[in-house]
């Protein structure tokens, strides 16, 4: 039976809770803690929170957001953002989350991968990954939160990162992201196919059902929701529900 | 200064926030440290850890916190070992070449199979949540960290290396991935460890740090 992990995804900027498409026209939802204590009631396996604009800005208030998250969520939280240096992830990680997601400062300097890997173990180390199809119909990877692109393609780049100690794999679509039309599964599959950690779709989920081919077809063992979450379209719930239906290994409330 | 309910060995690694936060959170009261004296004079010790097991020894030899260990492990006082803290309770393990842990429960730690029993590629790390099955002796479930449980309950994992007890009735229960056995939960005596994070694994969890802090 294959497993799923159902995992909430908060976009942040500032101390906004923001929601957008292709990564772009950031629009407030809210609090995010509102939002996170909500998705944990509900049965979320997991929360991703995500600094959008920390990158650019080199900002980090979102450690405030954990901590204060951290006191009555006890399920594991992944943060990313504007993670450029052990220390960096030293700092998320005594604020209360486990992980951390890294993107941009990987790219910049990939020594950061196996020292961040060495350190605190691959366990923590999530590479965020954000793909869109280029002219030759390869995914290439962006960095700056979708704004730059890097010329890296993005098989050999997470082949590379887990060489070098990445744990899993948090794979975001650009093309997708924020649009409704279901996962990008060649995408998801081209990664599940080339590593062997695990990978989280992100991206694109439009209505419940489009779990089952990313899980199915492209073989993701996560996916991370944002969209239909914050907009109230639907609960972890009832995803939870559906996946169990389904056939899906998922966890017992 | 009255004792602390709950003390956790501070050795710089591992999530320390979210355990304390797990236990004040059933009512206990926590204290954070690497001061021998204290962990041998606690009266609930908690052993956390993530990362890589040469690295964690490592550190708690830095610290001068082996021996201590060892002998509040053998004082007959609670202990709960999480994660690696579990693995460190072992004779040995074989992440990054032979190395020598706590030896407070015999056994080994050895990296989790690559494959399943009918040859399925099975992913590495193995994280996500998964049922507890409980092992052979069920009896001495009503007396551990897993009473008052639901029959069917889930908890989060993320680890690549698991325990062998040489002892099969060390072994409380255990998880099913790709169809082989891997240890979740031992216990000798008073010492208890749990491979998945109780701290990190919703209700569940909880109710298992609060069945620690009432023994």
Known sequence: MKSLRIIARLDIKGSNLIKGIHLEGLRVIGNPNEYALRYYAQGADELIFMDCVASLYGRNQIANIIKEASKNIFIPITVGGGIRTIENVREILRSGADKVAVNTAAVKNPKLIS??????????LVISVEAKKNSLQNWEVLIENGRERTGLDVISWVNFCVENGAGEVLLTSIDREGTRKGFETDLISAVTNTINVPVIASGGMGKIDDLIPVVNLAGADAIAIADMLHYNRTTIFEIRDFAKKSGFDVREL | MTKAD???????????????????????????????????????????????????????????????????????????????????????????????????????????????????????????????????????????ILKNLEYVSSVYFVHSFMVQTSNPDHQLAHISYGGNIITAVIKKGKITGCQFHPEKSGTVGLQILKNFAGQ
């Not at chain 2, 926590?30 to 606690?42: A, D």
């Not at chain 2, 956390?48 to 690295?55: D, I, S």
């Not at chain 2, 706590?102 to 099975?122: H, R």
């Open chain 2, 6 to 144: 709950v003390t956790i060995v501070d050795y710089g690694v591992g999530n320390l926030l979210s355990v304390q936060r797990a236990f004040e959170n059933c009512g206990a009261t926590v204290e954070i440290t690497s001061n021998p004296e204290i962990i041998m004079e606690s009266n609930r010790l908690v052993l956390p850890g993530v990362g890589a097991f040469p690295k964690a020894m490592k550190a708690l030899e830095n610290l001068n916190l082996i021996k201590v260990i060892f002998d509040y492990g053998q004082s007959n006082k609670p202990l709960l070992a999480i994660c690696l803290g579990m693995q460190l309770l072992m004779d040995t393990s074989n992440e990054f070449g032979l190395s020598t842990g706590l030896g407070l429960i015999s056994g080994k730690v050895i990296a989790i199979p690559k494959v399943s029993v009918v040859g399925e590629t099975l992913k590495i790390p193995n994280i996500g949540w998964k049922n507890l099955l409980y092992s052979d002796n069920t009896n001495s479930i009503s007396e551990s």
């Open chain 1, 115 to 124: 020292q961040i890997a060495h350190e605190f173990g691959s366990q923590c």
